[in-house]
């Protein structure tokens, strides 16, 4: 299948921002979804002097999410999409955030330098031509034992997940966005959970990326088998698991 790669995804995402969070808000579980996953983090209450990268930060969802369960975190948020970018930047926002206009790969020549206590990626990881780069990226801005969180729709591997995803983006996600004028951005989101990595696929890479304790947690309710929180950190002393 065909997928929007890099510059035309990020002009897809350009155009959508406008209508992004209209859209998601039509899902009642997508906040309170993220806010799960930044829990699962585990970070210390209010998160006072912890730095948190917030990767591929959209119009700012995720940002949000961090803020509610760490609103002492200094969080960095990036993303290569300059309309998402520029929504995000353009709320009212009670807590430390730095936003960065870069490509997650180029995030060192934007200025964003390690280590941070948390790295959390929404979204992203079927979203960048090459997910191993990315992840060899993030374990080096982290600090040892720094903590990733990854939330994703990765399937289980279930046809009956695979037919229900198919069956929601069909009747619901694309025409909704093609009503809103971004048909193809949708339909590269449905298209894009089917091609990229099953759950355990996605912890083995985690693992082959050199982290520790890698595991996917399921989203509950209907997105169970669909919607994960992928966990895992890097070594307490900095160094990377072993694949042999």
């Known amino acids: 299948m065909t997928l929007l790669r890099d ?14 969070d209209r859209l998601v808000s039509m899902n009642p579980g997508y906040h309170a979804d993220l806010r799960r996953s930044a829990r699962r983090l585990r970070l210390p209450d209010g998160g006072e002097g912890l730095r948190v990268l917030d990767i591929g930060c959209g119009t700012g969802a995720s940002t949000a999410a961090l803020l509610r369960v760490a609103p002492g975190a ?9 309309g998402m970018l520029e929504r995000a930047a353009a ?6 955030v730095r936003w960065v206009h870069a490509p997650v790969e180029e995030v060192a020549r934007a200025g964003v330098q390690g280590p941070f206590d948390a790295v959390f990626a929404a979204y992203l990881f079927r ?27 990765s399937l289980s591997g ?8 198919t069956a929601v983006c069909r009747g619901v996600i694309v025409p909704t966005g093609t009503l809103m004028g971004d048909r193809d951005l ?9 091609a990229f990595d099953r759950a355990p696929q996605f912890v ?17 309710g209907w997105q169970t088998g669909i ?12 160094e990377r698991r072993s694949t042999s």
């Not at 083995?204 to 509950?220: I, K, S």
């Open 7 to 20: 510059r035309d995804l990020t002009r897809a995402f350009d155009h959508a921002a406008a209508g992004y």
């Open 74 to 82: 200094e969080i960095t948020a990036i993303d290569a999409s300059a």
């Open 91 to 96: 709320k009212s926002w009670a807590g430390h």
């Open 127 to 153: 979203n960048v031509a090459r997910p191993d780069a990315v992840l060899d990226r993030v374990h080096a801005l982290l600090r040892p034992g720094g903590r990733l969180a990854v939330h994703e729709y």
């Open 158 to 165: 279930s046809p009956v997940h695979h037919a229900l995803w």
């Open 186 to 194: 949708y339909r590269y989101l449905w298209r894009s959970v089917l």
């Open 204 to 220: 083995d890479r985690l693992v082959r990326g050199g982290f520790h304790e890698a595991r996917a947690l399921p989203m509950p």
């Open 227 to 238: 919607l994960q929180t992928f966990l895992a950190r890097r070594g307490a002393s900095g």
